[in-house]
């Protein structure tokens, strides 16, 4: 797979539009389901404005949604967060810290059966609060909890 | 390239509990090289697709803070054991990975 990958790279750099095309269609296979990589939310610097990315702008506070991680973080480069909703239909959850450079961390969408739930390890650059929201039914929900760190995660 | 991936699965009351394990750096593209003081370049895992049986169950973006070599954890229900899973990722150069197992 990586050496068709390289051969097909190659022919792209050597300006071969068909090429170019060709290697488009054969990188994303996957692209029939999965949605594109939302750039601007992730980009985004305040939470106010990934929230609006995600289009999840105004959404309810939620005590349905269940944050499971340490108070207090020693390692802020690998902080587990477990998040379980209780709200029926969950279509997709979107994971921020607020403080870090670029708050969203991940936007997971659900389908088939998956459940409303998460669990992932994540890069913290300081005591945080870290914002979950949950899209289900249409609606969106959002739930915090604030998260202590001892040593950041994302500087050098 | 690393292209290591670990799955776990687990079923529990008819729903199937997921563990991934994926070896990347996840570079953020904020930390500098102190020799130099030239950031490394970003180079993170932009998706994620997990399908059982040819189904996409679940689809993950994810941004550069999630940690080095990540783990993603997940439920399905209504997965039956020897349903096939497959796990593939693709990260912001383009390198991509695939991984399938069988639920038990």
Redesign the interface.
């Known amino acids: ?2 050496q068709l ?1 390289r051969l097909i790279l190659k022919g792209g750099a050597g300006g071969g539009a068909l090429a170019c095309a060709l290697a488009a269609g054969l ?1 994303r296979p ?1 692209a029939a ?3 594109e ?2 750039k601007p939310a ?1 980009e985004a610097k305040a939470v106010a404005d990934a929230l609006k990315h995600i289009a999840a702008a105004g959404a309810t506070e939620s005590a349905e949604i269940l944050i499971k991680a340490p108070d207090i973080a020693e390692n802020g ?4 967060i ?1 998040v379980t909703s209780r709200i029926a239909d969950a279509e997709s959850i979107a994971l921020m ?1 607020e403080k ?3 708050p ?12 409303a ?8 650059g300081q005591t945080s609060v870290v914002k979950v929201v949950v899209k289900a039914g249409g609606k969106h929900y959002i739930a915090s909890r604030e998260i202590k760190v001892t040593i950041g ?4 | ?1 690393a292209e290591l991936m670990k799955i776990r699965t687990k079923l529990v009351d008819g ?1 199937a509990h997921i ?1 991934v394990l994926i070896i990347h750096p996840m570079e ?1 593209g ?3 090289d ?1 020799r130099s003081g030239q950031a490394y370049p970003a180079h993170f895992i ?2 994620v ?1 997990a399908s ?1 049986n040819d ?14 070599n ?10 039956k054991a020897g349903d096939s899973l497959v796990i ?1 990722w ?1 990260d912001n150069k ?1 390198e ?1 990975a695939r991984a399938t197992a069988t639920i038990a």
């Open positions: 797979m990586n990958r990188l996957s389901f999965a949605a990589w939302n992730f480069a690998v902080v587990p477990e810290v870090n450079p670029f969203l961390l991940a936007y997971v969408d659900l389908a088939n059966g998956a459940e739930y998460l669990n992932t390890r994540c890069k913290m995660g994302c500087g050098g | 390239m729903s563990v953020t904020q930390r500098k102190p932009q998706s697709t059982i189904k996409p169950v679940l689809v993950a973006q994810w941004g550069p803070a999630i940690s080095k990540p783990l993603l954890g997940f439920r399905v229900k209504g997965a593939a693709e383009g991509k």
